[in-house]
């Protein structure tokens, strides 16, 4: 491996590390933002308070007004909203951008045949958005479990005499996040004045799932038709919390399935990795002839479809 190769290896993850341990905390940066607020007490004549939320793309100025007109920066920012990650999209980028030209040395040093070499830079690409994914399906599902007693909550302090954008900020002091911090926001919103169906749908857009779209057309329709909306409350968590215990027992019915899946495609690369470590070279066969080149190309056309079949078998659609 050449010295130049060596030295792009060590530089991106050294400056990767460094952007990730420099940046400030997320304590850090309430703190710094109450002594801002202290700093400017007095507003001066002509200025306006800021009450609409800024996103900042990348801390780089031209960097960011790229981003800000780009569709797909803007539809990353919500997925990483919705994982409630403190990255930028320009971090984001920065971060897989690194990691793809890792990969792609090295796999192009180990494995240095065409479109197979840069299949580790693209797998370690990728591995930002499935961290970025995962933790957004783990901040749903937590958001869905906790959604049947929050609708309770505000069914009893309607009961008790509140009105429902009051039981809202109730929920919000009592459950915990996600559903309480969004909760709050939707309650903000309405506070500065938007109207409560599109406070409503700014929620739905944060956390698309079923069981709330259930629960917000349930609230729409009572609104406009009338009727007890306490009842109508008690009605729908006892659908949504059914509904729970389908998805649980589907999840212990599929388990099986999917982990025979996730064995099956992780096999043929630990075996892969573990040979070319025990005895170098053992594979170079598969990559050096052409007959070992259509094996590697079919073999992962077939686990890409087998991917899809398995995945379309322990779906089950409710």
């Not at 506070?191 to 169906?197: D, V």
Request: aromatic share 12%; charged share 20%; proline share 4%.
């Amino acid at each position: 491996m050449s010295m130049i190769a060596v030295f792009l290896i060590l530089l991106f993850p050294v400056f990767a590390t460094l952007f990730f341990l420099l940046e400030p905390s997320e304590r850090d940066k309430r703190i710094q933002e109450r002594l801002s607020g202290l700093d400017h007490r007095f507003i001066e004549e002509g200025d306006q308070t800021e009450i609409v939320r800024r996103v900042t793309f990348s801390r780089i100025a031209w960097i960011d007004r790229i981003l800000r007109d780009t569709k797909s920066a803007l539809q990353l920012q919500t997925i990483l909203d919705q994982a409630k990650m403190q990255w930028t999209v320009g971090r984001f980028f920065f971060y897989s951008a690194c990691l793809m030209l890792v990969g792609a040395i090295i796999g192009n040093y180990w494995i240095p045949v065409g479109f197979v070499g840069w299949i580790p830079g693209l797998a370690l690409g990728l591995a930002p958005l499935a961290w970025v994914l995962y933790r957004r399906s783990a901040r749903f599902r937590r958001f869905n479990l906790q959604l049947p007693d929050a609708v309770d909550l505000i069914a009893r302090s309607l009961r008790a005499g509140h009105s429902l954008p009051s039981a809202l900020v109730t929920v919000s002091e009592e459950v915990a996040d996600p559903l309480g911090t969004e909760f709050r926001q939707c309650a903000d919103e309405m506070s500065f004045g938007l109207p409560f169906r599109e406070a409503m749908v700014n929620l739905f857009r944060r956390f698309p799932l079923p069981d709330l779209q259930f629960l917000i057309a349930a609230i729409l329709v009572q609104k406009e038709t009338g009727g007890n909306l306490a009842e109508l409350l008690d009605k729908t968590a006892a659908v949504l919390r059914s509904r729970i215990q389908l998805q649980q027992k589907v999840r212990v019915y599929t388990a099986q399935g999917r982990m025979t899946g996730a064995i099956l495609i992780a096999l043929p690369f630990v075996c892969f990795i573990l040979l070319n470590i025990v005895r170098p070279g053992y594979t170079s066969p598969l990559f050096e002839t052409e007959t070992g080149r259509k094996m590697i190309y079919g073999t992962l056309a077939s686990m890409a479809l087998g991917t899809i079949f398995i995945r379309r078998i322990i779906q089950i659609k409710y």
